[in-house]
C-alpha cells in the first residue's frame, strides 16, 4: 500500500492492488460509507476475513470496533499545496473552460442590465455626482428599482458560483482517487446537491455574521472551522447542518494548520486574480461604452475561475487528509479497488 502516493494521479495503482477483493462499503468509525461525487459508495477491506469472525473486540457492547490503521501516510502543510497546485495545474485545460461557460455568461448579462439607461451603474454615476456637490442631500430615489433587476441575476451568480466549486470538488476528489470521471458526470452528480450547498453556504455566511460581532479574529475562527464543509457536503451527499457540524468536527485537532491554509488560500487567490483584474480595469477604461464593462468583467471572470480551481483543490486535499488522520481512510487500497477489474 505504500505505493499509492496520495494525490498524485498521473501514477497507476500499484502492482497486486487489483487482486485485492472488494468487501464491501468503506466504514469510517463514524459516519458511514465514504462516498465517491459521482459513482457512489467506494470500497474498503474494513470488513474481517472469511472464517474470522466479526471485526472488533466482541460481542455489540463490548468496545469500539477495531480500525486497521490506513496504508496512506497524511499529508504535512507544504504538501497539501503542493499536491493540490500540481493536480491544478494538470486538469486547468479541462476545468478552466467549463468553469467560465457556467459562469461568465450570467456575468456578462448582469454587465448588461446594469448598463441599461436606468439601471444600477446610471444611478451610482448620478449619486456620485450629486453627492460632490456642496450642500447636497444624497438622493436614494430610484436605487428600488435598478437594483430590482439585479438582484436575480446576483442570486442566480451565487448559484453558478455554488455549482462550479461543487463540480471542481466532485472532479478533484475523483482525479486523486484515480476515477477518471468525465466532467460531464461531475456537473450532472451536483444537480442535486445545489439546494444542500447553497444551505452551507447561508449557514456559512450566518456564522461569519456571528464571527464578525468578534472582529477579524471571529471571522478566521469560523472559516477555519468550516472550511470543508462543502467537500463534506459534496463527497459525504450529507444535508447543510450535518456538513457545519462534520467540518467543525473534523477541523477541531488540527485548526491552526488549517487556519494558516484557508489565509495562504485567499493570498494566493488574490495574487493569481490580480493581473486579470488589473487588466481588465486598465482596459474597461480605455474602452468606451458597455464594450470596456463587458471586457472587464470577462478579464476578471478569469482570474476568479483561475483561483476558485486552485482553491478547491487545496481544500479537498485538506478534507482527504482530515479523514486519512483522524478515520484513517485508506485511499490507495480505495483507489486500487476502484480501478480493478470486473
Known amino acids: 500500500m505504500s505505493g499509492y502516493r496520495f494525490g498524485v494521479t498521473d501514477q497507476p495503482p500499484p502492482d497486486g492492488f487489483p487482486e485485492q477483493p472488494a468487501q464491501g462499503p468503506v466504514q469510517d468509525p463514524v459516519q458511514g460509507p465514504l462516498q465517491s461525487p459521482v459513482q457512489g459508495p467506494m470500497q474498503s477491506p474494513m470488513q474481517s476475513p472469511q472464517g474470522y469472525g466479526p471485526v472488533g473486540y466482541g460481542p455489540q457492547g463490548y468496545g469500539p470496533p477495531y480500525v486497521p490503521p490506513s496504508g496512506t501516510p497524511p499529508l504535512d502543510f507544504g504538501e497539501v499545496l503542493d499536491r493540490g497546485f500540481r493536480l491544478w495545474w494538470k486538469t486547468i485545460r479541462t476545468t478552466l473552460p467549463w468553469l467560465l461557460a457556467i459562469v461568465l455568461p450570467t456575468q456578462i448579462f448582469a454587465v448588461w442590465?446594469?448598463?441599461?439607461?436606468?439601471?444600477?451603474?446610471?444611478?451610482?454615476?448620478n449619486f456620485q455626482k450629486q453627492s460632490q456637490q456642496p450642500g447636497a442631500t444624497p438622493d436614494f430615489s430610484g436605487l428600488n428599482s435598478a437594483l430590482g433587476s439585479l438582484l436575480p441575476l446576483l442570486l442566480l451568480g451565487l448559484l453558478t458560483n455554488l455549482f462550479a466549486q461543487?463540480?471542481?470538488?466532485?472532479?478533484?476528489?475523483?482525479?486523486?482517487?484515480l476515477r477518471n470521471t468525465p466532467i460531464r458526470d461531475c456537473m450532472r452528480s451536483i444537480i442535486g446537491r445545489l439546494l444542500p450547498l447553497a444551505g452551507v453556504a447561508l449557514l456559512s455566511g450566518l456564522a461569519g455574521m456571528l464571527g464578525l460581532l468578534m472582529c477579524c479574529i471571529g471571522i478566521l475562527f469560523f472559516m477555519t472551522r468550516?472550511?470543508?464543509a462543502s467537500q463534506v457536503c459534496v463527497v459525504e451527499r450529507a444535508g447543510?447542518?450535518?456538513?457545519?457540524k462534520r467540518s467543525w468536527d473534523l477541523t477541531e485537532k488540527r485548526f491552526w494548520p488549517m487556519l494558516g491554509l484557508v489565509i495562504v488560500t485567499a493570498v494566493i487567490a488574490q495574487i493569481v486574480n490580480l493581473p486579470f483584474s488589473t487588466?481588465?480595469?486598465?482596459?474597461?477604461?480605455?474602452?468606451?461604452?458597455?464594450?470596456?464593462?463587458?471586457?472587464?468583467?470577462?478579464?476578471?471572470t478569469v482570474g476568479s475561475a483561475l483561483a476558485t480551481g486552485l482553491?478547491?483543490?487545496?481544500?479537498?486535499?485538506a478534507y482527504l487528509d482530515l479523514r486519512v488522520r483522524f478515520e484513517r481512510l485508506d485511499l490507495g487500497l480505495i483507489a486500487a479497488q476502484a480501478n480493478a477489474p470486473a
Open 166 to 177: 461543487g463540480m471542481l470538488t466532485a472532479f478533484y476528489t475523483d482525479r486523486i482517487l
Open 226 to 228: 468550516l472550511a470543508v
Open 240 to 244: 447543510p447542518s450535518q456538513s457545519l
Open 113 to 125: 442590465v446594469a448598463s441599461r439607461p436606468g439601471g444600477f451603474q446610471e444611478w451610482s454615476e
Open 279 to 300: 487588466l481588465g480595469t486598465a482596459l474597461g477604461k480605455a474602452i468606451p461604452g458597455i464594450g470596456g464593462n463587458v471586457v472587464n468583467v470577462a478579464l476578471t
Open 311 to 317: 482553491g478547491a483543490a487545496f481544500m479537498v486535499f
